[in-house]
């Protein structure tokens, strides 16, 4: 593929808008190259191609629909090296993440295309047959945020394409790059109008949601935004699946082995730069080994190194604006008297980098704690009972993910009980898998994506009482 070049998808073609924008490059603060900005023609002219398309790809077998799915996944494979490439310069991540992301989006469309939503016969008898089916709803939009912009992506076009609903994804202002060179990769593999992509300004994703012929709409990103998705939905009763923030806590308890745990959370705190939904963003530690675990997750946090190098473990936070709102969260520590420890390796003198911080017991009312960061600092507090800490880590409005952290698994599966989040792990964190259900409790979702229930998100549910007498 040619990957200097950036075009909308409409239609199965590629096609340019009279006015253009430009990403910048996170590690540099340099111009990435032009993308179209959409207008309301472009909107209209994208989702008239999906409805015109649905009937034909509803109606292919799903099987035919699978298929095409997996050919898509091996063209991706083949072009990882180009996808992680951009994915660098528009992302910020370091090559060797980059990858690891593509892999992951070729595993997320052939993980997908494995599942099946079969006709269930949930009663027969002498008299009737009575089934519970499910059909595509019509045209879905996909709206990707600028963190995993690739395998975020893969994780909404695969779900709708394999229900036999035609998708535009509409990647973030911030990354568009990656996105509109999925849609262009599509072509070969699926009708035109089926999978198409827009970029566009702040403008485009409003006018997305409020269209008349969205039948879905399946958003990742704020809180905030979330809101606003769900009410321009609501205006016509769209269906709408919303992955939205979180403040994952981990729970490490006071058998726990010290080494082990402390690089493992640092790892899951600090990658991607904090930039990941259910990275772990607040980290409780049992007062009997807190000294220690904290001396050493600092001891390690100070080994990684942190800039533009394929092998880095940490680049830059992915926007001035997100740059910018991290930054008054150090500064709101420090003005707080809070003790800060930060560590890393490393650090350039240009772009959005932060290093990464430990925040060492602060108070619960905190920013730091109360406030998703989303970028490479975190609060470490301390615990005595399990009662007290799972107040504190429920005492919040949002419920993505948490983890706990024991020798002793059956209890700490007891306590995982007791949180609620949508995705709770013990001895692990932030693991998803396309065959799982992934969404969030109170503020941080609605609907859930993946897995067979993720799947049941893109369709309608059409009950049939077939009488076999009269």
Request: charged share 20%; aromatic share 8%; net charge negative.
């Amino acid at each position: 593929m040619d990957f200097s070049s950036f075009y909308n998808v409409i239609q199965g073609k590629l096609t340019v808008t009279a006015t253009t924008r430009h990403g910048i490059n996170p590690a540099t603060a340099a111009p990435n190259p032009e993308v179209p900005v959409s207008t309301p023609a472009d909107v209209e002219n994208a989702v008239s191609a999906a409805k015109a398309a649905f009937p034909l790809w509803a109606g292919t077998p799903w099987e035919e629909r699978s298929a095409a799915i997996r050919k898509y996944a091996d063209a991706l494979e083949r072009e990882q090296e180009g996808f992680a490439t951009l994915l660098v310069q528009e992302q910020g991540k370091p090559l060797q993440f980059a990858r690891n992301e593509i892999v992951d989006s070729v595993r997320w469309l052939r993980g997908i295309a494995d599942l099946t939503l079969a006709e269930e016969v949930v009663r027969e008898d002498d008299e009737s047959r009575i089934i519970v089916r499910y059909t595509p709803l019509g045209v879905t939009v996909g709206i990707v945020p600028w963190n995993y912009p690739v395998v975020l992506a893969c994780g909404k076009i695969a779900p709708s394409l394999i229900t036999g609903n035609p998708i535009i994804i509409k990647p973030s202002p911030f990354t568009p790059y990656c996105g509109l060179k999925l849609a262009e990769l599509a072509r070969p593999f699926f009708p035109p109008g089926v999978f198409q992509a827009l970029s566009g300004d702040d403008n485009l994703g409003p006018c997305l949601t409020a269209h008349p012929g969205v039948a879905k709409i399946s958003f990742t990103g704020s809180t905030a935004t979330g809101k606003k998705v769900m009410e321009s939905a609501s205006r016509r009763l769209a269906r709408v699946t919303l992955e939205l923030g979180g403040n994952d806590a981990a729970i490490i308890c006071a058998d726990a082995d010290i080494e082990t745990v402390a690089t493992a959370i640092a790892t899951l705190a600090f990658l991607n730069s904090g930039q990941i939904c259910i990275a772990v963003k607040r980290i409780y530690v049992h007062e009997s080994i807190y000294n220690q675990f904290r001396d050493k997750l600092v001891e390690y946090i100070r080994t990684l190194k942190v800039n533009s190098d394929d092998d880095a473990f940490m680049g830059p936070l992915q926007n001035k604006m997100q740059f910018d709102r991290v930054n008054g969260l150090v500064d709101d520590i420090q003005n707080q008297g809070h003790i800060a420890v930060t560590g890393g390796v490393g650090m350039p003198k240009t772009g959005y980098f932060i290093k990464p911080t430990i925040v060492d017991n602060p108070p619960e009312t905190s920013r730091i704690v109360q406030e998703e960061p989303f970028g490479p600092v975190v609060p470490l507090l301390s615990w005595s009972s399990e009662v007290e800490v799972l107040r504190r880590v429920n005492d919040t409005d949002v419920g993505l993910g948490a983890s706990v952290w024991s020798r002793d698994v059956g209890r700490a599966a007891e306590l995982a009980r007791q949180i609620e989040a949508g995705s709770v792990w013990v001895n692990k964190h932030t693991f998803i898998d396309p065959h799982v259900p992934f969404g969030g409790h109170k503020s941080s979702g609605i609907g859930c994506e993946w897995g067979i229930e993720g799947l049941k998100t893109f369709c309608n549910v059409q009950s049939l009482f077939l009488q076999k007498d009269i």
